[in-house]
DNA sequence: CGTCTTTGACCTGCGC
DNA sequence: GCGCAGGTCAAAGACG
């Protein structure tokens, strides 16, 4: 009976020892894996003002280039007393930046030759009512007109357009009451499956989804996230393909669902690494067959 | 009950 | 001035 408690204590002490040894190679785990956490987040804010640093130099570059167009314009306009008189087409009427999402490429439909442009575009181009074009690659089962680009959208009409069969959606920016941006979303007549967002004006507040992350974690989950469009309405550079995205509501409260997220993955990587450890399995092969061996010694 | 979407009516600009 | 087409409004319904 002695020898048999012996045994168990042996047992329980070898046990301890194992677990706390696990524990130990779980903790060096751990922390590694927090150091790599910060080092990704780290490059992530890097590559973030990289990308705020080249939109901002796109914008000056672009505005430069308006401003020339302009100028070319107003000269074309001396030259030209009598320009024809058409209805100005959607084509043509704009200074339009496209920006091409989800594989389907398209080429800009601005035409900096033109040399027709009617009075009323050049004062819409100097009140600088800035108009981009975005092509989203849908489902083509996917009959919504309803594009999921990290701003809140109210919609208040939609219309059957000539030129298209496919009805043509107007939204007006929710986020901020202040906020004139507006955007036509229509199927592209030559693909079903591409959606067509026209953004009209700037937004003057910033992207909700970015508004409450300050911190690295949904930093580094939001640059998969709409960074496209909010630079679209700016004229600017789309990286992102906005295809999968988050659903618009979800994008309010970001951090309620991302940070278990992130947990799961961290636990998910810890479990991996631990089995994957050869150290750790030897060290728990070890022990386990000890005991056994030991066990049957003391059988017999 | 508040918010969002739908949809017909109305407004506005352009071409003839 | 009239007609057409695009854009906007607002009441009604749907939805959570």
């Not at 992102?240 to 278990?260: C, G, W």
């Not at 947990?263 to 991996?272: F, G, I, N, R």
Request: glycine share 4%; aromatic share 6%; with cysteine.
């Amino acid at each position: 009976m002695d020898q048999y408690s012996s045994s168990l204590v042996d047992t329980s002490l070898d046990l301890t020892i194992g677990i706390t040894r696990m524990r130990v190679e779980e903790d060096s785990t751990t922390n590694s894996l927090v150091d790599e956490l910060k080092r990704v987040n780290a490059e992530n804010k890097k590559l973030s003002e990289m990308l705020t640093l080249m939109c901002d130099n796109y914008n000056v570059l672009r505005k430069q280039l308006m401003e020339y167009v302009n100028k070319s314009n107003n000269t074309a306009e001396r030259e030209q007393t009598s320009p024809p008189k058409k209805r100005k087409s959607p084509a043509r009427d704009e200074a339009v930046s496209s920006a091409v999402i989800g594989g389907v490429s398209e080429s800009s439909s601005t035409d900096q030759d033109d040399q027709y442009l009617c009075k009323k575009q050049r004062e819409e181009t100097v009140v600088k009512e800035k108009v981009s074009r975005v092509y989203y690659k849908t489902e083509a089962s996917d009959t919504t007109l309803v594009v999921k680009d990290g701003y809140q959208w109210r919609k208040y009409g939609q219309k059957v357009t000539r030129d298209n069969p496919s009805p043509r959606a107007y939204f007006k920016c929710a986020c901020a009451p202040s906020c004139s941006v507006k955007k036509k979303v229509q199927r592209s007549v030559e693909d079903q499956s591409v959606l067509v967002a026209t953004y009209e004006g700037e937004h003057n507040h910033p992207m909700p989804s970015q508004m409450d992350s300050n911190n690295g974690l949904n930093r580094y989950v939001s640059l998969g996230g709409p960074v496209a469009p909010a630079a679209a309405a700016n004229g600017s550079c789309s990286l992102a393909k906005p295809v999968n995205l988050t659903e618009s509501k979800k994008v309010r409260s970001p951090s309620r669902i991302e940070f278990p997220e992130v947990q799961k993955l961290l636990v998910e990587q810890m479990a991996s690494s631990l089995t994957r450890d050869p150290n750790f399995t030897a060290a728990l092969a070890a022990a386990v067959t000890g005991r056994l061996y030991q066990k049957n010694q003391t059988e017999k």
